[in-house]
């Protein structure tokens, strides 16, 4: 009888160790920002034109048309994500073009790496697509802001409510890079014309980053307001880092992004339900959009 009794308890001691190692196993989840899964995302791929993509953003926030660009044609590209067709106007000459942005619903303002910028109205981008012209009518429409940044390197533009626009230098001399970037507010004037009105430094921990190089330093690549909360998003590719602010600048947070995930993210955006879409350059391979579904 004792016998028996024994090895009921060890069989049932076996079933319950089976049963444990059986359990599948959850992967931990990825930090990110509060109704973010960053390693849940849809995942669209692009063309072989944006294997460079180096910009994306919306028109107030409606994210049936992306509006893109990558940095080497001078081409604005407008597409529907998943539906395969990637039309575009041609609005420069070739040049490294880091960013582009919308201006009080009424132009598309595009940053070039060297801080100038290019300014054309959304209306000249409808003409020239029911027109059928390719966008070539485009270039007339242009204004042509050159070197109106500091000198230094930029790929980060934003506009703002209020008709500001909010550009982050990547690379200038009068910063310390493992710390700090300066970031300029731009307005038009009484004359009609885009100037500086302010000049502000946006601060980072040098011990919260890391890179893929030796050195460390903070180099942005994009930058985008939440519609819902109002924080500043930045990320920095070379530091594989997604960085939340205040609405004064001052960090929130830092959160990782993995390499496997985010090859090269130069682009963000997010629409009017706060859904957020990080843009990732094509290296060898092609470009893709990943979309992060907001879940407050």
């Known amino acids: 009888m004792y016998w028996l009794l024994w090895m009921l308890a060890v069989c049932g001691g076996c079933r319950e160790a089976s049963s444990r190692q059986a359990a599948p196993h959850v992967a931990p989840a990825v930090p990110g920002p509060p109704g973010y899964h960053l390693a849940e995302p849809r995942k669209f791929v692009l063309s072989e034109s944006l294997r460079e993509i180096s910009g994306i953003t919306f028109l107030k926030g409606d994210a049936d048309t992306m509006y893109a660009?990558?940095?080497?044609?001078?081409?604005?590209?407008?597409?529907?994500?998943?539906?395969?067709?990637?039309?575009?106007?041609?609005?420069?000459?070739?040049?490294?073009?880091?960013?582009?942005?919308v201006l009080n619903d009424k132009e598309f303002v595009v940053l070039r790496s060297d801080g100038s910028l290019f300014v054309f109205p959304?209306?000249?981008?409808?003409?020239?697509?029911?027109?059928?012209?390719?966008?070539?009518?485009?270039?007339?429409?242009?204004?042509?802001?050159?070197?109106?940044?500091?000198?230094?390197?930029?790929?980060?533009?934003?506009?703002?409510?209020?008709g500001k626009l909010i550009a982050l230098c990547k690379n200038c001399a009068d910063d310390d890079q493992k710390k700090e970037v300066s970031g300029y507010v731009l307005q038009y004037g009484a004359?009609?014309?885009?100037?500086?009105?302010?000049?502000?430094?946006?601060?980072?921990?040098?011990?919260?980053?890391?890179?893929?190089?030796?050195?460390?330093?903070?180099?942005?690549?994009?930058?985008?307001?939440?519609?819902?909360?109002?924080?500043?998003?930045?990320?920095?590719?070379?530091?594989?880092?997604?960085?939340?602010?205040?609405?004064?600048?001052?960090?929130?947070?830092?959160?990782?992004?993995?390499?496997?995930?985010?090859?090269?993210?130069?682009?963000?955006?997010?629409?009017?339900?706060?859904?957020?879409?990080?843009?990732?350059?094509?290296?060898?391979?092609?470009?893709?959009v990943l979309v992060f579904a907001y879940q407050p």
């Open 69 to 101: 660009i990558e940095d080497e044609t001078g081409k604005l590209y407008n597409f529907h994500l998943g539906s395969g067709r990637f039309p575009y106007h041609k609005f420069g000459k070739h040049g490294d073009y880091e960013d582009v942005t």
């Open 122 to 162: 959304v209306e000249a981008v409808r003409n020239a697509r029911a027109s059928k012209d390719g966008g070539e009518g485009l270039s007339k429409s242009v204004h042509a802001y050159e070197h109106i940044l500091p000198q230094g390197e930029y790929e980060g533009l934003y506009g703002d409510e209020g």
């Open 191 to 288: 004359d009609g014309a885009l100037a500086i009105t302010q000049h502000f430094k946006v601060e980072v921990p040098e011990d919260k980053l890391t890179s893929i190089h030796r050195n460390v330093k903070f180099h942005p690549s994009c930058l985008a307001r939440h519609p819902l909360t109002k924080e500043w998003y930045i990320v920095s590719s070379v530091n594989k880092a997604l960085l939340v602010l205040d609405d004064r600048w001052q960090l929130k947070n830092i959160y990782s992004l993995n390499p496997v995930l985010f090859k090269q993210p130069e682009g963000l955006a997010f629409d009017k339900q706060g859904n957020m879409y990080i843009s990732n350059e094509g290296g060898q391979g092609n470009a893709n």
